[in-house]
């Protein structure tokens, strides 16, 4: 069984940067997307940017220029640089990954915008 643990969460100002962390709990063969999610309170959860398995990248329009998604394959971890935070970017962050084995989420991780 595979695990998805995030981390790097937390309180920031207005403008602020935050970089959210999403590491597998053993290394995992045939990724073929990992991915952000965000659900803030009362909301669906919705897409925040998408890493596919040749390296390309999708954005939320509202994240576009502020948001970077990236992945260390030798640490089994997944990124996500976050700078110029709103606190419409208040929600809570959880990571997705699509293998061959299944899908995979991890458990979320609040991220509050907030002066």
């Known amino acids: 069984q595979v695990q998805l643990v995030e981390s790097g969460g937390g309180l920031v100002q207005p403008g602020g940067s935050l970089r959210l962390s999403c590491a597998a709990s053993r290394t995992i063969d045939s990724i073929y997307g990992m991915a952000w999610y965000r659900q803030a309170p009362g909301k669906q959860r919705d897409l925040v940017a998408r890493?596919?398995?040749?390296?390309?990248?999708i954005y939320a329009d509202s994240v576009k220029g502020r948001f970077t998604v990236s992945r260390d394959t030798a640490k089994r971890t997944m990124y996500l640089q976050m700078n110029s935070l709103k606190p419409d970017d208040t929600a809570v962050y959880y990571c997705h990954w699509g293998t061959a084995q299944g899908f995979y989420w991890g458990q979320g991780i609040q991220v509050t915008v907030s002066s």
């Open positions: 890493l596919t398995s040749v390296g390309s990248t």
